[in-house]
């Protein structure tokens, strides 16, 4: 199996030498804070690696010990869950539970995120397989889009090469096309030729599709009818005029696909899937708590988690590349908890889940971390933004701490929705600049304190107003 390995871990050899002090390390240069669900989930994954050392028998009983977060919105449970799976090259399905239906109601039923995430592995790994066959296909590409800037002569199509030479004076043909063609080459290289038109020969896209509705619902089972009988369509193409440029990507994009096994494709990313899925199941607060009677919107809420205990405990689900074993997926599960609690959770589903970690509410000193410390901070998005207008943006530290001051004050007063927060504010601070930028005279561009105060302090005194901009 591939891993994808960042750069920056300079002494691990493979994702088998990531200790998970080194995995919460990498972890800390995208999310601030909130280290034992950090910790939680490296432990998760060195079990995960240390399980495929184990023989095979051993290893098929072994269970992924799946995690459930606790913590308001915007303090970084999702994030944590998706740099987890970039780091290992893990398909990661985030999805929402409050978007299931008990069986037997309209909405989205609970297999449907088995599917989803086999669709993301199917993606992943042809992704990679498109990186190995680049090179090849761009050869391809080349030599066919000069077949169409220089077809061959009649006499070379029909006869094999040693018929051609053969004779003197069709060698001499052969190779003075062979000469116009190298120049062609290299006039293409070079982009001289990217203006000039060629005729292509595509295949045509217009054969019809239907669906089949079925148990496991519409949404899966789009199927073209040329897959079915592929002898009564045929394979129906039609030319179109393109420039050199447009068809250079067409054709490279055509090499590819006839390059690229999608069996074995298929074949990997289930497996994939199987032994390194994550899945994100956010918002699992709104499915706890038991029918109390009398109907409603809440009717199914009880039935959604029946419904979702054997996916996450181990089954199959049937998907259109096959049966699909959940085994082995890790499910990391978040809420908020504010009206209901864990152990609302129906007992079979909370045993499912046993390590529970609960992640603090942002403070005012996190703010500041979160705006100057991250690879991609907020600070850092803008000054790049407003550089690309020529306006130098800086920011002091005074400046920094009265953002993150104000971030904290207007969630406290009106809803926490935690780093969030400083989206709004950000975006309020720099209005001015970013709709002035292209026309400001001054390109240099200093954040104080007095400016921070100067933008924000009205509208933060005004609550009602706050709750509408803020």
């Known amino acids: 199996m591939v891993f994808y390995l960042p750069e920056n871990i300079e002494n691990a050899a493979s994702l088998d030498d990531l200790t998970p002090r080194q995995i919460v390390a990498e972890l800390d240069k995208y999310v601030v804070g909130q280290a034992n669900a950090k910790r939680s989930v ?41 740099r987890l799976a970039r780091l290992t090259n893990s398909p990661f399905l985030k999805v929402e539970a409050s978007r299931f239906t008990e ?47 220089l077809p061959p002569p009649a006499l070379m199509r029909k006869q094999d090469k040693t018929q051609v030479e053969s004779d003197d004076g069709r060698t001499a043909t052969h ?42 619902g519409v949404e899966e089972m789009d199927i073209n009818i040329k897959d079915i009988l592929p002898g009564l369509f045929g394979q129906r193409t039609k030319k179109r005029r393109m420039n050199v440029t447009e068809a250079m990507e067409y054709l490279i994009q055509e090499e590819e696909n ?33 029918e109390r009677g009398g109907g409603g919107p809440d009717v199914s809420r009880e039935g959604v988690q029946r419904d979702i205990l054997p996916i996450v405990e181990g089954t199959t689900v049937n998907s259109r590349y096959g049966m699909v074993r959940t085994d082995h997926i890790l499910f990391i599960a978040a809420g908020a908890f504010h009206v209901s609690k864990p152990s609302d959770l129906i007992p079979e589903l909370q045993g499912r ?42 920011f002091t530290d005074e400046s920094l701490q009265e953002i993150a001051k104000f971030a904290a004050a207007v969630n406290e007063a009106t809803e926490n929705i935690g780093a969030r927060r400083l989206h709004t504010i950000m ?32 509208i933060v005194k005004n609550q009602d107003l706050s709750r509408y901009i803020l």
Do not use: C, W
Not at 52 to 73: C, F, R, S, V
Not at 427 to 456: C, H, M, N, T, W
């Open 42 to 82: 490296a432990v998760a994954l060195r079990n995960r690696m240390r399980r495929q050392k184990l023989a095979p028998e051993l290893a098929e009983d072994i269970l992924p010990k799946n995690i459930i977060m606790i913590g308001p919105t915007g303090v970084g449970k999702t994030e944590i869950a998706r």
């Open 103 to 149: 069986v037997g109601y309209v909405g989205r039923d609970v297999e449907s995120m088995i599917r989803d995430l086999v669709e993301v592995s199917i993606d992943m790994v042809r992704e990679e397989k498109v990186d190995e066959v680049a090179e090849k296909a761009e050869q391809n590409a080349e030599e066919r889009l000069l077949d169409l800037l």
């Open 175 to 216: 190779e003075q096309f062979q000469r116009t063609r190298e120049k062609l080459r290299a006039q293409l290289r070079e982009g001289k030729l990217d203006d000039r038109e060629v005729e292509v020969e595509m295949r045509d896209r217009s054969t019809p599709a239907f669906e089949v509705v079925t148990s496991q």
């Open 258 to 290: 006839r390059l690229i096994d999608m069996d074995q494709v298929t074949r990997t990313a289930v497996e994939r899937a199987e032994q390194s899925g994550i899945i994100f199941l956010d918002e699992i607060d709104k499915i706890a708590g038991r």
């Open 353 to 394: 889940f046993p390590i529970r970690v609960e992640l603090h509410v942002l403070t005012t000193e996190d703010f500041i971390r979160i705006l100057k410390e991250p690879k991609s901070a907020l600070v850092k998005q803008y000054i790049a933004l407003l550089e690309t207008e020529g306006i130098k943006l800086s």
């Open 427 to 458: 975006e309020k601070l720099l209005d001015e600049i970013s709709f002035e930028g292209p026309d400001l005279k001054k390109k240099v561009v200093r954040i104080d304190a007095a400016y921070v105060q100067k933008q924000l302090t009205d």
